[in-house]
């Protein structure tokens, strides 16, 4: 089916890539080396009204479908940028969407599509707890009209370019739940008046040029009303939104498959050695062939996690395999090019480097590769659950 909207989807393809146009590797590069954050380009974005791509008309959005919003993360990669820094406000909306209040909707919304606020952050990962995110130790505790958090989080992205974050925090103890899922909540977190007054922000430098952190609630007091949902729903609602999240990342994946694949063959054609383009020998060809039909293969997986999702249909399955799939084969063909372009991969003029170092991020986070390996083994595959 959406093979056939493919000529539609064109304008949103032509739209994204002559913004990113205005953006040419030379600004990626600079923006890496100098460890910066991209605020012309997210900005540009924003004003564009790409960021805004999901959110429902009535509140300011283009009220487009998970794959028109998927071609756009894909194009920024496939141009050379890095989705990376702007993704977060695509995704973490759908929470705030599909399980806010209508004054939360009305109040945020608006002005998250007019780019008056950032929702660029959600705090889930905690150093001590990693995957197993139903033991985390962040508390909130209701005391009158407030709820006061305290505990820790790691990798939390974005949050010094953002002005929201959304936070999983256990409301009620582990050992008082019946199921381990139960007892999460999810708040909207105002990080302008949280820093400094019970948030602590902590930066991790990396080895991709990504914004993440540390961070430490130390008796964080935050509105009651900025609850989302039902107090101790956090968890099921947080699961809602990966399913997005992770059709969205494997479009970023071919984007950047699809970026590799391009630079791989230019210079396999261009690049002369012993009297002939190291592309004639099928030494070099192959690899960047298998690449190739690898992202086209994860593409159609992507597109049905897409088509299910629209659709309003189950999309769990096909999201975590199309994450799966597009992950792997952007990180063979990140290989493939590297090993193409020799010694000039580690150029950093070439970008290669760069662009290798971002895409291997995506085996890991926002779900490792053994964690989608194990959801199919137990719930497609019916095997025993192994934790
Ligand atoms: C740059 C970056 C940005 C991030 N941004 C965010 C963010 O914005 N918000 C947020 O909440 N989190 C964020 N994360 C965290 C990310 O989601 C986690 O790093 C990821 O989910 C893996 O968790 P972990 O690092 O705790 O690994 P661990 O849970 O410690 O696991 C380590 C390794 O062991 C494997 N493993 C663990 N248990 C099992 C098992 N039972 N079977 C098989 N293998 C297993 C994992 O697959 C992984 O490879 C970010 C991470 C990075 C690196």
Not at 49 to 70: C, D, K, N, R
Not at 170 to 189: D, H, N, Y
Not at 357 to 368: D, F, H, M, N
Request: aromatic share 8%; charged share 25%.
């Amino acid at each position: 089916m959406l093979d056939e909207r493919q000529e539609e989807f064109s304008a949103i393809r032509d739209g994204v890539r002559g913004l990113c146009a205005g953006f040419p590797a030379e600004y990626w590069r600079h923006i890496d080396e100098q460890k910066g954050f991209p605020q012309d380009f997210v900005r540009a974005m924003t004003e564009a009204g790409w960021l805004s791509a999901m959110i429902p008309e009535a509140y300011g959005g283009s009220g487009l479908g998970l794959a028109e919003a998927s071609i756009i993360l894909e194009e920024v990669n496939r141009c050379g940028g890095n989705s990376g820094t702007i993704h977060g406000q695509m995704y973490n909306m759908f929470t705030l969407l599909r399980n806010g209040s209508d004054e939360q909707k009305s109040a945020y919304l608006p002005r998250l599509a007019s780019g008056e606020l950032r929702l660029q952050s959600m705090g889930v990962t905690e150093p001590t707890t990693g995957t197993d995110t139903t033991k985390i130790k962040t508390t909130a505790v209701r005391r009158g009209d407030r709820y006061v958090i305290n505990g820790q989080k790691v990798w939390i992205s974005r949050v010094q370019h953002s002005d929201l974050m959304i936070l999983l925090a256990r409301t009620t103890p582990l050992e008082a739940v019946q199921r381990k899922s139960e007892g999460m909540s999810i708040f909207l977190v105002d990080l302008r008046e949280a820093i400094g007054k019970g948030l602590t922000v902590r930066p991790i430098p990396n080895m991709v040029n990504h914004e993440t952190n540390e961070l430490f609630f130390d008796e964080l007091e935050i509105p009651a009303s900025n609850l989302i949902g039902e107090e101790g729903k956090g968890f099921r609602y947080i699961l809602d939104g990966l399913n997005a999240e992770r059709t969205l990342i494997a479009a970023e994946c071919i984007g950047d498959g699809r970026w590799f694949v391009d630079k791989a063959r230019h210079y396999a054609r261009d690049r002369v050695v012993f009297g002939r383009p190291i592309g004639q020998n099928q030494g070099v060809q192959f690899p960047i062939a298998e690449a190739h039909i690898e992202i086209e293969a994860a593409d159609l997986m992507r597109w049905h996690a897409c088509d299910l999702y629209d659709r309003g249909e189950n999309a769990g399955a096909a999201a975590n395999m199309a994450k799966y799939l597009a992950a792997k084969a952007s990180w063979e063909a990140a290989n493939a090019c590297l090993q193409t372009h020799g010694g000039f991969g580690f150029a950093t003029e070439y970008d290669v480097e760069r662009k290798f170092r971002e895409t291997r991020l995506y085996q890991v986070a926002p779900i490792s590769t053994n964690l989608i390996l194990s959801y199919v083994a137990e719930h497609l595959l019916e095997l025993p659950r192994s934790f």
